[in-house]
């Protein structure tokens, strides 16, 4: 088996995923970079073969079981396993999202990318996660699904906007990361949820402070945790998030 570490990272044609990526493989690693538009994914796989890192692409649309599947194959043909795999795909669902008046239409697309899709790759690929002597799972997530800080007497600043899909579709992740690691608690994945910061992407319209090279820090250092290593928390750049 190489010695060589493979990563999938979803969505990571751009901003942190992108990121990401390039972490990942200036750390050595060979990185699938997962991504539904073929042009996108072409384009950054030679933006990080240019840089030195071995990337290879992986058509994925991680709403849809055939893309995924065939994704399996794409990696499994590339290296025949993964040592970790980062679930950063995610929409907004569209703005705004008053609880009053929000589209319905807008709860479905959040959750269908931020937590069905998440699902569904995970268990796609834990198969070959399983042929990894250390996986690791990493779950973009975001504070804004912290419970705790959203019933905190905070501004908007800490809290984020209003939002009936997004927000809750990170806490619905979250949930789901906890049951997975009570799942492999006896096994050596280790999975996490990680919050990137407000990072400028096209995901909030470019207003994050942070840069998506910063954004990624948390996801590179889950994605690379020793063994033995923390399963099953939420954590940014400061420390741990409260649930």
Wanted: hydrophobic fraction near 45%.
């Amino acid at each position: 088996m190489s010695e060589q570490k493979i990563v999938l990272v979803t969505g990571a044609n751009k901003g942190i995923g992108y990121e990401i990526a390039a972490g990942l493989g200036a750390l050595g690693w060979s990185v699938g970079v997962g991504a539904r538009d073929e042009r996108r994914r072409d384009t950054a796989v030679e933006k990080l073969r240019a840089a030195g890192v071995d990337a290879f692409g992986v058509p994925l649309d991680v709403t849809d079981d055939a893309s995924v599947a065939a994704a399996v194959e794409v990696v499994t043909e590339r290296a025949g396993r993964l040592d970790a795999l980062v679930n950063n795909a995610a929409v907004t669902g569209g703005m705004p999202q008053h609880p009053t008046t929000v589209d319905l239409a807008a709860v479905r697309t959040a959750v269908e990318t931020n937590v069905i899709g998440v699902i569904r790759v995970t268990n796609a690929m834990l198969p070959l996660l399983r042929r990894s002597a250390s996986p690791r799972i990493v779950n973009m997530s975001s504070s804004v699904g912290s419970l705790t800080r959203q019933t905190s007497s905070a501004g908007a600043d800490v809290t984020g906007p209003l939002s009936a899909a997004y927000s809750p579709s990170k806490t619905f992740l979250n949930a789901v990361t906890i049951q997975y690691a009570k799942e492999l608690r006896d096994t050596p994945v280790l999975i996490n949820a990680a919050c990137p910061g407000f990072v400028a992407t096209d995901l909030n319209g470019f207003r994050g402070v942070r840069t998506p090279e910063q954004g990624a820090a948390v996801a590179i250092r889950l994605a690379t945790l020793a063994d033995g290593g923390p399963t099953g928390e939420f954590f940014e750049d400061a420390g741990m998030v409260p649930w």
